[in-house]
């Protein structure tokens, strides 16, 4: 029985609102005395300050930190209370609050009876349709408005951590004549990769999953819009909590944060750990919400064997993020009992063990590899089909081959511990279960081979950023494969070969494929066109001092120099000053992505083509600019969306209008036309 | 180009469209729920790893000395009250399902002052404990579990206090239709709600039976 045959005089009441009449709405509580990002930062502001208080106060002369005169729960408590004041400050505990009191905010807004709208994320849809700046700088619920702040924090994110990657190339300049003291040169150290490692954790999954992922899908909208806005603002506010950590002196453990030196660092440690606990929640929430979106809001027709690979690699991911991240969430909140209430967890002399903190962080820390690799093979699966007008080869492979990475990477974590707290007996197994993720993860590589094979490929920015993928992470994963090896991993652990490593596959693989999702997608978020003179010089100049930066440091690593030191044997400054110089020179590749993103995006903006690359992904069939309701009409999905170049292919969707011209995915470049 | 729509011409659901847009919302409650307890599992799982890691290395023979324990009377008193807010939860879902919403609702209204109980003595334990936080591994994970175990309670409560006020406004604002007869998209929402929450305090009761063996008896 349908909800129509049942009860008739009821669709009028579930009509949606028009636009034009939910004026009222928009005004209403939408000044700037309203809530926003400037009130979130004041009540973030005022939470601190209280929190600080708080902490002395029921505490006093409890002096924990060693040699600081710090109150470490004072620390603690003013950073609980700027998050918790700054989520007050920008209205993310509204809702929460009002359920208390059974109330749902949309519904009490109106007089009428709650609506299906208002039970189902009509709120979200009526603040989509918000118009303007200040839309950004409040807690919208709107998946767009949310992928859209989602990229500016990513890269608010990747320049803090890029500009202190060049105070590290800049101190690696000298083995004698130091920039930093050894101390500082740590703390930049550790700054650097915990910055760079949350960042990375988002950078795709925030910006362009929350984007995409319901359009892909045929969605009209997110499953928890609330949770979606609650994952962004949380994940700004550990941004703070990270960063806070060297006002207070930094922290000294590289971004591991192993014990024992986790328990005797100072405040800083406490930054580190609440920094990660809270951008813990945020990716549990993105995840959580992403996942549940895509099981229950994939349209009609969109069967498992028609997702976009891209999805396919989301939800691989967001499986990855829901489950392994309260494990990193449980060894923060034990660390922080250990520098606050003095427990022991990981202090061996009372009973806990430093090894404790190892396994926790790592169960988590390798899935997240995982988290950061994911979703750059599914922008490349989803970018490289449309460049070469050939169906993606085996997308069934591709999809199991993402979901065995995902499952396969809960049962890794121990190689990380070949050197320090594992049984000797017990390397061979985890070396194989290492290699074994090999082999999904070649599929994957082989599914972008295969389509490559024998394409006519066109050569725009972003397809260069997707063969560049290849490239490093061939070279990523190759290295990989060798550190999964016992003798091999004894022999080259802490030292510059496993730097160079993981930034082939974290910066090579994710953040280059990061940038042809850019490239790709920033058409349609945006309605603008990025200047290609300016993207190509930004491509080739990324990828060629990329590797002139990266590559060296194989061969640093195998000449000996161990990670996180400041100094290092004489023979090695030549490598060493190459590599720095490249650094600077790949740090002047962001400058022009950014000059480009000014100039193309607000300078001298040009309205891009509704589909500028001809792509058959549903995405890009809907309206330009996108509407808060995504699509006019639930699509009914009739094929998967790579069927380029294919003769009598099935239209990808009908929309459910008679003027409305379903894709066939034998559509030529040109015409407006049915092809 | 083959892009074939230019411009958005308004959103107008078809009632098929209502009903799709309705059962996603409805499945979104029920795996949201089921994912929630995944989550969860990790969380618990971690603190159980814990555990058994520390007993099992016993470092410096530091992980129990003396066997001390945590005060039995207020691990049986907060396990119990956690039974007890479980067990009304799930009778009163049972109860709505068969239309009896003043049945759920008393339950509601118990469990939550049952769940208050246990986050009450959950807290006053801490001036009970006869150890310091750090003596001894097991301290140290017995007050990881309380943290967790304080943030589970609030949360658990948290979500039936607010299907418990949401039934209460619900029935004004289905117009003195009952939410468990009613069809309207909200009640429906509600029910499956209701559904999820007992579903979780269902699983903390079995969480609660496992933590309470490790930390007070074993």
Redesign the interface.
């Known amino acids: 029985m349908?909800?129509?045959?049942?009860?008739p005089n009821?669709?009028e009441v579930?009509?949606?609102v028009?636009?034009a009449s939910t004026g009222a709405t928009r005004k209403k509580g939408r000044g700037w005395l309203s809530q926003h990002v400037g009130t979130a930062i004041v009540a973030g502001f005022l939470g601190y300050i209280f929190g600080h208080w708080l902490g002395n106060m029921i505490s006093s002369g409890y002096t924990v930190e060693v040699n600081t005169g710090q109150n470490s729960i004072a620390d603690l408590l003013a950073l609980v209370f700027m998050v918790l004041g700054w989520l007050i400050g920008i209205g993310a505990l509204n809702y929460?609050l009002a359920?208390?009191?059974?109330?749902?905010p949309s519904?009490s807004t109106s007089s009428s009876?709650?609506?299906?709208e208002?039970?189902?994320?009509g709120e979200a849809?009526v603040d989509g349709e918000l118009e303007g700046w200040s839309r950004y700088f409040r807690y919208n619920l709107d998946h767009k408005v949310v992928g859209l702040q989602y990229v500016v924090a990513v890269l608010m994110f990747l320049f803090t951590g890029g500009l202190l990657a060049m105070a590290i190339r800049t101190e690696l300049l000298n083995p004698t004549t130091h920039v930093f003291s050894a101390d500082t040169y740590i703390k930049i150290v550790s700054e650097h990769g915990t910055i760079m490692m949350m960042m990375a954790s988002s950078v795709v999954v925030g910006p362009l999953g929350n984007y995409f992922v319901p359009l892909m899908i045929g969605?009209?909208r997110m499953?928890?819009p609330r949770i979606e806005a609650f994952s962004l603002w949380v994940f700004v506010a550990g941004y703070m909590v990270i960063f806070s950590a060297l006002p207070f002196g930094g922290f000294p453990t590289g971004w591991t944060g192993y014990a024992p030196l986790q328990t005797q660092a100072g405040p800083g440690m406490v930054s580190y750990l609440f920094g990660f606990f809270v951008i813990g929640l945020g990716m549990?929430a993105a995840g959580?919400n992403l996942?549940?979106?895509i099981?229950?809001?994939r349209a009609?027709g969109m069967t498992w064997s028609r997702v976009p690979v891209f999805v396919w690699s989301i939800l691989a991911t967001a499986a990855l993020l829901?489950?392994?991240t309260?494990?990193l969430?449980?060894?923060g909140?034990?660390g922080l009992?250990?520098k606050t209430?003095?427990?022991?967890?990981y202090?061996?002399?009372?009973?806990?063990?430093s090894?404790?903190w190892q396994?926790?962080f790592w169960?988590f820390g390798h899935p997240e590899v995982y988290i950061m690799a994911l979703p750059g093979f599914g922008i490349v699966g989803e970018i490289i089909p449309v460049f070469c007008r050939k169906p993606l080869f085996a997308y069934r492979i591709a999809a199991a081959g993402m979901i065995g990475v995902a499952l396969l990477s809960f049962f890794v974590w121990q190689h990380h511990l070949f050197q320090s707290g594992i049984d000797p007996d017990m390397r061979p197994l985890f070396m194989l279960t290492t290699e074994l993720i090999s082999i999904p993860t070649g599929f994957i590589f082989l599914v972008g081979m295969g389509t490559l094979y024998r394409a006519k490929i066109r050569f725009e920015v972003p397809m260069l950023f997707c063969m560049a993928v290849y490239f490093n992470f061939l070279i990523g994963g190759v290295s990989g494969v060798f550190l999964s090896d016992v003798p091999v991993n004894v022999t080259v652990h802490g030292g510059f070969f496993v730097l160079s490593h993981f930034h082939y596959t974290i910066m090579g693989g994710l953040i280059f494929a990061f940038m042809a999702g850019l490239y790709f997608w920033l058409p349609k978020m945006t309605g603008r066109e990025m200047n290609k003179k300016l993207g190509l010089w930004h491509f080739w100049t990324m990828f060629v001092f990329f590797n002139l930066t990266f590559f060296p440091m194989f061969f640093i690593g195998l000449l000996g120099q161990p990670r996180r030191v400041f100094t290092y044997a004489k023979n090695l400054q030549a490598l060493n000053d190459f590599s720095s110089v490249s650094a600077f020179l790949l740090g002047l590749s962001f400058v022009i992505f950014v000059v480009n993103l000014m100039w193309s995006q607000f300078i001298k903006p040009k309205k891009a083509?509704?589909?500028?690359w001809?792509s058959?992904g549903l995405e890009?069939?809907?309206?330009?600019p996108i509407?808060p309701?995504n699509?006019?009409?639930?699509p009914v999905i009739m094929t998967d969306p790579y069927h380029y170049s294919e003769e009598g292919a099935p239209a990808l969707a009908y929309?459910?209008e008679d003027d409305?011209?379903?894709?066939?995915s034998g559509?030529?470049?040109?015409?407006?036309g049915p092809? | 180009m083959s892009d074939t729509i230019r411009n958005s011409k308004g959103m107008s659901d078809t009632p098929e469209e209502r009903e799709f847009e309705l059962r996603a919302h409805i499945g979104s409650i029920w795996s949201g729920g089921r994912l929630f307890i995944g989550m969860y599992t990790f969380l618990i799982a971690s603190l159980a790893f814990s555990y058994f890691y520390l007993r099992s290395s016993n470092n410096g023979l530091l992980w129990r000395p003396n066997h001390v324990t945590a005060p039995t009377a207020f691990g049986w008193s907060i396990y119990s009250l956690m039974l007890l807010t479980a067990f009304l939860a799930i009778f009163g879902q049972r109860r709505l399902r068969k239309g009896a919403v003043a049945d759920f609702q008393l339950a509601a209204w118990i469990g939550v002052f049952t769940g208050l109980g246990a986050l009450f003595m959950q807290s006053w334990e801490y001036a009970a404990v006869p150890f310091y936080p750090g003596s001894s591994g097991y301290a140290s994970t017995f007050i990881g579990f309380t943290v967790i175990n304080i943030a589970t309670i609030i949360a658990g409560t948290y979500w039936l206090e607010t299907t418990l006020a949401r039934s209460l406004r619900l029935r004004k604002e289905l117009g003195g239709v009952s939410p468990q007869l009613s069809m309207h998209p909200s009640a429906q929402s509600f029910r499956a709600n209701v559904a999820s929450m007992a579903y979780f305090w269902g699983y903390l009761a079995l969480v609660s039976t496992l933590l309470f063996a490790m930390f007070y008896l074993l």
């Open positions: 349908t909800l129509s045959a049942e009860r009821e669709v579930y009509s949606h028009p636009p929460p359920k208390l009191v059974g109330r749902e519904s009876a709650p609506t299906l208002d039970d189902v994320g849809k969605a009209r499953a928890f549990m959580f996942l549940v979106t099981i229950n809001y009609p829901t489950l392994a309260p494990v969430a449980a060894g909140l034990f009992l250990d209430v003095q427990t022991a967890f202090v061996t002399e009372h009973g806990g063990s090894f404790l396994n926790l169960f083509a509704a589909n500028p001809d058959l890009w069939q809907t309206a330009t509407p309701h699509f006019d009409r639930i929309f459910g409305h011209v379903p894709v066939r559509s030529s470049t040109s015409g407006d092809a």
